[in-house]
């Protein structure tokens, strides 16, 4: 079956560090786009970062310089390292493949983790 | 970075047709995906390209473009299409994605 799963999430102190983590299972994170997407409670979803096939990084302007993007090939895992967190980081956290052109779209969805960020 | 902005809500009775609409400067450069998100459920691509549906998305499900304008139309709403819908493409930089703040789609 093709699917995500997401662990990691908790509960986190403000300025701390948690990493998150997407098993796949069904196809190769490494030859796929692959992001992460947050939604803080009650709000919208927000884009978080991507990592493309070819290995190369992006993040939105919110995390960067403070989330890591990266992917372990042989469990087939991506991961998000947040580290400085802050409590507008406290949100579901969702990573989802994304298509790498020409059109672009998030085709698959994990279910989410929840990471709160509170002392 | 560029902005989408939707309607915060919008309803329909039962069987008619409702459009939800998506605006930004993306938009002329990159074609819109559509996500239906219910609660406390991971969001579900609906639209995407020109006008494609993914498999298992209903055939009442429909999307156009034009200038800086997305769209998503339901023809014949059901009930079980009362959701989020956000709209999403990537910015016009070219290596970052951004969402639509989401409509609320009421069925009356």
């Known amino acids: 079956e093709v699917q995500l799963v997401e662990t990691g999430g908790g509960l986190i102190q403000p300025g701390g560090s948690l990493r998150l983590s997407c098993a796949a299972s069904g196809f190769t994170v490494s030859s796929n786009y692959m992001s992460w997407v947050r939604q803080a409670p009650g709000k919208g979803l927000e884009w978080v970062s991507v990592?493309?096939?070819?290995?190369?990084?992006y993040y939105a302007d919110s995390v960067k310089g403070r989330f890591t993007i990266s992917r372990d090939n042989s469990k087939n895992t991506l991961y998000l390292q947040m580290n400085s967190l802050r409590a507008e980081d406290t949100a579901v956290y969702y990573c989802?493949?994304?298509?790498?052109?020409?059109?672009?779209?998030?085709?698959?969805w994990g279910r989410g983790t929840l990471v709160t960020v509170s002392s | 970075s560029s902005e989408l902005t939707q309607d915060p809500a919008v309803s329909v009775a039962l069987g008619q047709t409702v459009r939800i609409t998506c605006q930004g400067d993306?938009?002329?450069?990159?074609?819109a995906s559509w996500y239906q998100q219910k609660p406390g459920q991971a969001p579900v691509l609906v639209i995407y390209?020109?006008?494609n549906r993914p498999s298992g998305i209903p055939d009442r499900f429909s999307g156009s473009s034009s200038g800086n304008t997305a769209s998503l139309t339901i023809t014949g709403a059901q009930a079980e299409d009362e959701a989020d819908y956000y709209c999403?493409?990537?910015?016009?930089?070219?290596?970052?994605?951004?969402f639509g703040g989401g409509t609320k789609l009421t069925v009356l």
């Open positions: 990592i493309y096939s070819g290995g190369s990084t």
């Open positions: 993306s938009l002329r450069s990159y074609y």
């Open positions: 390209g020109k006008n």
């Open positions: 999403n493409s990537r910015d016009s930089s070219g290596n970052i994605w951004v």
């Open positions: 989802a493949r994304t298509s790498s052109g020409p059109y672009w779209y998030f085709d698959l």
